[in-house]
């Protein structure tokens, strides 16, 4: 089969590889039609963690069942499905209470937690590729309803990036008619943002550089705040009166760079508490590592922040803080899409062929504008650019 491998910093390719496979009783086998090229990639594409090269990329999966296991029960040939990123068996200590995103079983012993093509998350060949093979497929598989392939770039967003926004936000503590500020507009980001609106957000804050962003935040409603124009504390002080929001997302990460390009990564962290009202809540979803041999200082690279305690302490305030559990949203969160209350597809600028996807990596990487979610369709015929969405 063909899949995205990857050959070491920004070098990556579409090989032959052998074909993914039901390998036990309980696994499912899906043919995969729409993968998505997300943020975290990036951090393992640049070289800024231990990926291992010959690996393929991919945790944002959906496509249609082609085999299953003997002991697979539910789960049907036929069945379009998304799979959460977090790889997890449903019978654990954490499974059982809900903490798919901490599996005990799905990694190495010693390590909780894993997903598809993902640096230090157990073994698992991510879903850039014509098949994935889907362990505890009868737990991991969310069946899709019958609009699925035609809504594939809204229902893809439920493996990972929208129940990850709607994390942040639960993370955050926030009730409807409370105020919000999200640093980072990037798809998590925009996801955080829409949680927030369909959850009765009275004011949505989104800070970010990147004028493509800002204006899709403006298309749901939120307040754009381009952090190079000038503090973005001053700026939500002045939005909340000088109070502060109530609630606060952190979905940019480590690798965290201020408007003039230095990076630092407790940058967002530190202005969320200064963002953030006294005994306000901020959850925290942008990636953290225990180790960053490519960060710029000994610090960072030890996986330690010069986080500012003290005033996150006198402020009172409160963090929640790790992956998401993706299986406890994304059933409601596919009603939402499937009743056409939300249509998370709205950020996506792309949707092109496996065969694209090494350049389309590239433009993501940069930054580049109008490049805010690229969509990847295996089996998709590349026509020299794919069709791009305005």
Same mark, same amino acid.
């Given at each position: 089969?063909?899949?995205?491998?990857?050959?070491?910093?920004?070098?990556?390719?579409?090989?032959?590889?052998?074909?993914?496979r039901i390998e036990k009783?309980?696994?499912?086998?899906?043919?995969?039609?729409?993968?998505?090229?997300?943020?975290?990639?990036?951090?393992?594409?640049?070289?800024?963690?231990?990926?291992?090269?010959?690996?393929?990329?991919?945790?944002?999966?959906?496509?249609?069942?082609?085999?299953?296991? +003997? @002991?697979? &029960? %539910?789960?049907?040939?036929?069945? /379009?499905? #998304?799979?959460?990123f977090n790889v997890s068996?449903?019978?654990? !200590?954490?499974?059982?209470?809900?903490?798919?995103?901490?599996?005990?079983?799905?990694?190495?012993?010693?390590?909780?937690?894993?997903?598809?093509?993902?640096?230090?998350?157990?073994?698992?060949?991510?879903?850039?590729?014509?098949?994935?093979?889907?362990?505890?497929?009868?737990?991991?598989?969310?069946?899709?309803?019958? +609009? @699925?392939? &035609? %809504?594939?770039?809204?229902?893809? /967003?439920? #493996?990972?990036?929208?129940?990850?926004?709607?994390?942040?936000? !639960?993370?955050?503590?926030?009730?409807?008619?409370?105020?919000?500020?999200?640093?980072?507009?990037?798809?998590?980001?925009?996801?955080?943002?829409?949680?927030?609106?369909?959850?009765?957000?009275?004011?949505?804050?989104?800070?970010?550089?990147?004028?493509?962003?800002?204006?899709?935040?403006?298309?749901?409603?939120?307040?754009?705040?381009? &952090?190079?124009?000038?503090?973005?504390?001053?700026?939500?002080?002045?939005?909340?009166?000088?109070?502060?929001?109530?609630?606060?997302?952190?979905?940019?990460?480590?690798?965290?760079?201020?408007?003039?390009?230095?990076?630092?990564?407790?940058?967002?962290?530190?202005?969320?508490?200064?963002?953030?009202?006294?005994?306000?809540?901020?959850?925290?979803?942008?990636?953290?590592?225990?180790?960053?041999?490519?960060?710029?200082?000994?610090?960072?690279?030890?996986?330690?922040?010069?986080?500012?305690?003290?005033?996150?302490?006198?402020?009172?305030?409160?963090?929640?803080?790790?992956?998401?559990?993706?299986?406890?949203?994304?059933?409601?969160?596919?009603?939402?899409?499937?009743?056409?209350?939300?249509?998370?597809?709205?950020?996506?600028?792309?949707?092109?062929?496996?065969?694209?996807?090494?350049?389309?990596?590239?433009?993501?990487?940069?930054?580049?504008?109008?490049?805010?979610?690229?969509?990847?369709?295996?089996?998709?015929?590349?026509?020299?650019?794919?069709?791009?969405?305005?």
């Open positions: 089969m063909k899949a995205l491998v990857y050959h070491g910093p920004r070098q990556v390719s579409v090989d032959d590889v052998p074909d993914a009783p309980t696994d499912v086998l899906v043919r995969i039609t729409s993968t998505n090229i997300c943020g975290s990639d990036l951090h393992m594409y640049e070289g800024r963690t231990d990926f291992e090269e010959g690996r393929i990329f991919g945790h944002e999966n959906l496509g249609e069942v082609v085999e299953v296991g +003997d @002991a697979v &029960d %539910k789960v049907a040939v036929g069945d /379009m499905v #998304s799979a959460p068996c449903g019978h654990c !200590e954490n499974c059982e209470h809900g903490l798919t995103n901490y599996c005990l079983r799905a990694n190495e012993p010693g390590l909780a937690g894993a997903a598809y093509g993902f640096a230090d998350m157990g073994p698992w060949p991510g879903g850039q590729a014509e098949y994935l093979r889907v362990p505890w497929g009868d737990f991991q598989c969310l069946r899709l309803p019958e +609009d @699925a392939r &035609d %809504k594939q770039d809204d229902y893809v /967003m439920l #493996s990972d990036i929208f129940p990850t926004g709607w994390h942040a936000t !639960e993370m955050s503590g926030l009730k409807p008619g409370e105020s919000i500020v999200i640093y980072g507009g990037g798809p998590v980001g925009q996801m955080a943002a829409l949680s927030a609106v369909t959850k009765g957000a009275s004011k949505v804050m989104v800070v970010d550089r990147h004028p493509d962003r800002l204006r899709l935040a403006e298309q749901i409603g939120a307040i754009p705040i381009d &952090d190079s124009q000038g503090s973005p504390v001053d700026q939500v002080m002045e939005q909340t009166q000088g109070r502060g929001a109530d609630r606060g997302c952190e979905c940019v990460g480590y690798q965290a760079h201020d408007p003039q390009g230095n990076e630092d990564n407790a940058d967002t962290l530190n202005k969320l508490v200064s963002s953030v009202r006294f005994t306000g809540g901020i959850g925290t979803v942008g990636v953290f590592v225990p180790q960053d041999p490519g960060a710029p200082d000994e610090l960072a690279q030890q996986g330690k922040a010069r986080f500012d305690f003290g005033n996150f302490w006198f402020k009172g305030q409160q963090m929640g803080c790790g992956q998401a559990p993706v299986k406890r949203y994304n059933r409601h969160l596919r009603s939402l899409i499937a009743a056409d209350k939300v249509k998370p597809s709205w950020i996506v600028s792309h949707d092109l062929s496996l065969e694209q996807a090494p350049e389309a990596y590239k433009h993501f990487d940069a930054r580049e504008d109008g490049w805010t979610k690229v969509v990847l369709h295996p089996g998709q015929t590349s026509n020299g650019s794919g069709r791009e969405n305005g």
